[in-house]
């Protein structure tokens, strides 16, 4: 493939290089967010080649009724994949979810993965948390999806209740609690008869996606698949 380099974007290349989120190494001027080599070292699940059974999937197995599901890659604290994550959450980095969002579509159109989905809900964030951080990560992400495949994205369908307090300060049982009734249906209409893949930046025990699910899945002949940037996967 050919692209098509302006004259601006070779000037604001040469003014103003862009680097790499993973390993801070200059991007080329056709690269975006991470260098083509990070790109090949993500630790990539494969999982999506077994989108109906796998590690990911199992997680949600007597939990809610799930289709299929996969994550781009394996999430590991301390690492590159969580520099990414960490950049796309909290350094004011939206790009990075919509940039990652068309990578990992694209990849997964090619065995097929959208072909029974018809539309994407990003997993809500809290109001006042959106209004800090400035965007919602996993809409982003959604975003980037939407571009490659054409599906609709529905953010108006479920929302997060925000609870008083830092959920770093509360104890476990208590933020379980939270997450089990953190989100809220808004309008089952448009969930109607849609094969709705949930967005999430991160999974790890799965819980805020089977919280955020069992709200979608209030939809009249609804189902619900799932799709992750990262698995934090801890075993
Ligand atoms: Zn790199």
């Known amino acids: 493939m050919t692209q098509t380099i302006s004259l601006l ?3 604001i290349d040469t003014l103003a290089p862009r680097s790499c989120t993973m390993c801070g190494g ?3 001027i056709t690269e975006e967010v991470i260098c083509a080599c990070c790109n090949h070292q993500l630790p990539r699940t494969g999982y999506s080649k077994s989108a109906y059974d796998n590690k990911l999937v199992r997680l949600f197995w007597g939990r809610i ?3 299929k599901g996969t994550a781009f890659f394996f999430y590991k604290a301390h690492s590159n994949t969580s520099r990414l994550i960490y950049q796309l959450k909290y350094g004011h980095h939206p790009e990075i979810g919509e940039c990652l969002g068309r990578i990992v579509a694209a990849e997964l159109a090619q065995e097929a993965f959208f072909d029974e989905i018809t539309a994407v809900v990003p997993v809500p964030l809290a109001r006042q948390r959106e209004r800090e951080r400035g965007y919602n990560q996993s809409r982003e992400i959604a ?3 939407s571009a ?4 609709p994205v529905l953010d108006k369908v479920i929302e997060r209740i925000s609870f008083h307090g830092s959920q770093t300060q509360k104890g476990r049982w208590e933020r379980n609690e939270n997450v089990e009734k953190a989100f809220r249906l808004l309008d089952a209409s448009p969930l109607n008869n849609q094969h709705i893949l949930l967005i999430d930046d991160v999974i790890t025990s799965g819980a805020t996606l089977v919280a955020a699910a069992k709200e979608v899945l209030k939809g009249e002949n609804t189902k619900v698949s799932v799709l992750s940037l990262g698995f934090a996967n801890n075993e």
């Open 9 to 11: 974007a070779r000037l």
């Open 65 to 67: 009724p799930i289709e």
């Open 148 to 151: 490659e495949t054409g599906l």
């Open 26 to 28: 200059r991007l080329s």
């Open 143 to 145: 975003r980037g999806i």
